[in-house]
């Protein structure tokens, strides 16, 4: 992503093409209510509006004249248009020719494909239009070259290019769909609620909140950034529109420029986990787990809040190392602040819960933005609609014409097989071990953040890593099944039919270690109908949405690790501070980024009973805070070694699994006392 072009502007366009995003955002309101189209159809259509902004708003190469810049790119977004227009007559007459390419058909199936590799290349950098490439010439041609389990024999090319078209795991498949329906309309509601002042309210709400405590200022970062991510959807331009006023903010009250921009930088990171929007992730993370929209976004507050929290922990030991004190000049009124313009996302939230769609949601919430910008600071004519309208087609451009894109690998790895494979291969290599998983699936998504977005780091993960990681979890269920004796009769039938060398095992006790060796033993042909009869089955689905949350929580890191990640360098543009420096410094604040999924996976936090969610969301707190006092060695005072090592240890054990209710409250007191005696200067 380090070459990716700037997020479009409304105003550095011509009028003309302001002029037509806005009547493409009103085509896409039109695709999601009473519209009959084929969802094929609208996918195809949703690229050719969107190909054809992204072509004659990015120009192709910066050394290009202004004039040949503009001649080609509104060639190829005339010529992407006319593609899809082909495609979409064509379509019956290809199947009514049993499926065989014409030379038309050859023609625009590979200039669609061409002008998408060129347009995300411009929009999004170089890394997903090389993938894609990769991932077409190995389903093609490569693939049969490749030794052990990773070969492929191949398809022809015109298979390739079919399923490129018209399969439904391809360009113009599932990722489009959510593209023109969920991420549109989400990103067309986050564009008027930014639009009609909701920025300047979520900043002045959250200095009302937190400016008075120590380290205020540094609050108001989490907080503001935390509501504006919720709509937003980006890290960088949460960080861009909010720490504008929170890093001056923090700058003047005390807190170090350095630790003022990593604040912000892992605030706004914070803000793409957080419902409704999460960055597109939610209506991704819907598709892939079969889980409804309203699950996903209710699993995932939790641990956002919990993020956050981790955060302010940071905020509040560092403000009070520089001795920062409270803001009393904090004092703006509700009725000052303009809160109605707040009122749509109530109103979001509400018809969700209501059982209303997702897409239907978006649309009455953003007409009622326009409305309720009435009473705040930004009143709306037909003017800023319109250009409300644009710049929110301009802005889904850029993610339409990725994910498009990226439909190209999603298409190769269903294809070819190379999912299950590339999740076998994770396994064996951890051998079984979740921690090795989980670092190995970190790894893969720092080095995947190096070129993509965090979304698109996402999409292309999670197909490979979350069934793996989803399988160990249910391998970790069953061990327990075995070791508390939980196992059903009907499960202990099919091992003694099925395996009969665990029939000795099933008679007596089993302990930890001889339960991981049996089921390690287990055939993953039978495997499955074992777990199935052997755990309940909310706990196998709760598994694999657990898994894509953490690897979708893991995507996120690309943001705040060295040495590229923009939104910590968006950050120190603002703050002025040394881009790799400023980079560590969000890394370090953002470390909840690699704990809370941790938690995930050692504990039923995501699909657990509520008084289990709740249990384990205080002990992770406490344990939050005990993890950052050993991390920068104070608390409300400094903390000797010895201290800091006790801190450290306690917050170990409260998020290890299987640790006895009993020590957890032990560990919960040891800690109170610490920062008890912290406070008075005697830790």
Known sequence: MSDAAAPIETSAQPRWL????????????????????????????????????????????????????????????VLAALACVYLIFAEDAFYA??????????????????????????????????LAILALTYTAWWGRFVPGVLQFPGLTWETVLY????????????????????????????????????????LALAQRAAGRFIGGPGFVAVISSGMMGSVSGSAIGNTVSTGVVTIPLMKRAGFPAKSAAGIEAASSTGGQLMPPVMGAGAFLMATYTGESYLT??????????????????????????????????????????????????????????????????????????????????????????IDALAQASFTAASIGVLL?????????????????????????????????????????????GLGLPVTAAYVVLAPLAAPALANLMLDQNLVAAFVNGTLS????????????????ALEGPVTPAAA???????????????????LPAATAASALLTAHMIVFWLSQDSNVTPPVCLTAYAAAGLAGTKPLETGFAAWLFAKGLYVIPLVMALSP??????????????????????LTAALHGYLEGPLGWPVRALCGATGVALIWPGTPAALDAAACGVFVIVLLMSRRGKA
């Open 18 to 77: 302001v002029l037509t995003a806005a009547a493409v955002a009103l085509t896409h309101l039109y695709f999601n209510s009473i519209s009959s189209l084929s969802d094929l159809r609208a996918s195809l259509l949703h690229f050719a509006m969107l190909g054809f902004l992204t072509a004659c708003a990015v120009p192709m190469a910066k050394a290009w004249t202004s004039r040949t810049a503009l001649l080609v790119g509104r060639t190829m977004g």
């Open 97 to 130: 020719r049993g499926q065989s390419f014409a030379a038309a058909d050859w023609v625009f199936a590979i200039v669609a494909v061409l002008c998408a590799l060129e347009l995300t290349r411009r929009s999004s950098g170089w890394v997903i239009p090389i």
């Open 163 to 202: 399923r490129a078209t018209y399969g439904g795991d391809g360009m113009f498949g599932t990722v489009a769909r959510i593209s023109w329906s969920y991420v549109f309309m989400f990103v067309l509601f986050g564009t008027f609620l930014l639009r009609s002042g909701a920025s300047d309210v979520i």
């Open 296 to 385: 996903i976004i209710s699993v995932a507050a939790l641990p956002a809040l919990l993020y956050f929290l981790s955060v302010a922990f940071q905020v509040r030991i560092v403000a009070h190392k520089q001795s920062i004190r409270p803001d009393t000049a904090a004092s703006t009124t509700l009725k000052a602040i303009g809160w109605p313009v707040l009122l749509p996302v109530a109103l979001l939230v509400g018809l969700l819960v209501a059982g209303f769609t997702p897409t239907l949601s978006a649309a009455a919430a953003t007409a009622a933005t326009v409305i309720a910008a009435r009473f705040g600071p930004r009143p709306m004519d037909l003017r800023d609609v």
């Open 404 to 448: 498009i894109t990226v439909g190209l690998v999603i298409m190769a790895v269903t294809t070819t097989g190379l999912g299950p494979t590339i999740s076998q291969m994770i396994l064996t290599w951890a051998d079984g071990s979740l921690l090795l998983t989980l670092t190995l699936i970190a790894l893969a998504s720092l080095v995947l």
């Open 489 to 504: 009769e009907n499960a202990r039938t099919i091992l003694m039919v099925l395996v009969p060398a665990t029939s000795s």
């Open 516 to 534: 991981a060796a049996l089921v390690a033993a287990i055939p993953p042909e039978v495997k499955s109908t074992v777990i199935d009869q052997a």
């Open 605 to 626: 936090l995501i699909g657990g009973g509520t008084a289990t969610v709740i249990a384990i969301a205080g002990t992770t707190a406490v344990a939050l805070y005990a």
